[in-house]
């Protein structure tokens, strides 16, 4: 299934690499995204990427700061997120689409999700 890791306890301007490993499904089938889910928020759209690099998309408002990435070897996508700001902490999940969405309700497979907690 999917497996993120990588969260914690991070300072405010600091950098976080979350990880998504695909365990147990075939690479190929699904498209990877990340989502986010702060407390008393609805989970919002990251970022995904595709079977090809090419097809990446980010949905988040200032997507500079996040950078998503896969390695096929590994079978594991990235995000990394930096210039971590307070209102960055949330369950950070990944999720196993058919297509490149924000749209979490499209999502066929969820990850665990990962805290990731930024202090002021």
């Known amino acids: 299934q999917l497996q993120a890791s990588g969260g914690g306890l991070v300072k405010t301007g600091g950098s976080v690499k979350l990880s998504c490993a695909v365990r147990?499904?075939?690479?190929?089938?699904?498209?990877i995204g990340w989502f986010r889910q702060a407390p008393g928020k609805q989970r919002e759209g990251i970022s995904c990427?595709?079977?090809?690099?090419?097809?990446?998309e980010y949905y988040i408002s200032d997507k500079e700061r996040f950078i998503i990435a896969r390695d096929d070897a590994k079978m594991t996508v990235y995000l990394h997120v930096n210039s971590l700001k307070p209102e960055d902490t949330a369950v950070y999940y990944c999720?196993?689409?058919?297509?490149?969405?924000?749209?979490?309700?499209?999502?066929?497979?969820w990850g665990r999700g990962t805290l990731v907690t930024v202090s002021s």
């Open positions: 147990g499904m075939i690479w190929d089938d699904y498209v």
């Open positions: 990427m595709g079977v090809d690099s090419w097809n990446t």
């Open positions: 999720a196993g689409l058919i297509r490149c969405t924000s749209n979490s309700a499209e999502a066929r497979k």
